[in-house]
């Protein structure tokens, strides 16, 4: 069975940190570009950020730049989402993806194949 499976969330205090986790199971991450999303309560889902195969290309939303940073590390068939001075407003339910591709930038969640079940990340003003 072939799943993403993301840790790392919780509860921390405004301009705190938090490193999210993606391990990939039932497949190899090798081969996948890597997104990460979220999602706050009454609002829709938006992308985060994402990593070329060999993460020579990554990509963030304005909203994040400068704060959050992905990284993968393939021999651990694992990627990561570290984020700082986090804001009351990254809020949300994070979610990894992943799509056969080089590279797919992080607006398209159309071209994302594998869905995590999503962690939740809850900042405290």
């Known amino acids: 069975q072939l799943q993403l499976v993301e840790s790392g969330g919780g509860l921390v205090q405004s301009g705190g940190s938090l490193r999210l986790s993606c391990v990939a199971s039932g497949f190899t991450l090798d081969y996948y570009a890597i997104g990460w999303f979220r999602q706050a309560p009454g609002k829709e889902r938006e992308g985060v950020s994402c990593?070329?195969?060999?993460?020579?290309?990554?990509n963030v939303a304005d909203s994040v730049k400068g704060r959050f940073t992905i990284s993968r590390d393939n021999a651990k068939n694992t990627v990561y989402l570290q984020m700082n001075s986090l804001k009351s407003e990254d809020t949300a339910v994070y979610y990894c993806?992943?799509?056969?591709?080089?590279?797919?930038?992080?607006?398209?969640?159309?071209?994302?194949?594998?869905w995590g079940q999503g962690t939740q990340v809850t900042v405290s003003s």
């Open positions: 993806v992943a799509g056969l591709a080089l590279y797919i930038d992080y607006d398209r969640q159309d071209k994302y194949t594998y």
């Open positions: 990593i070329s195969i060999d993460g020579g290309t990554t």
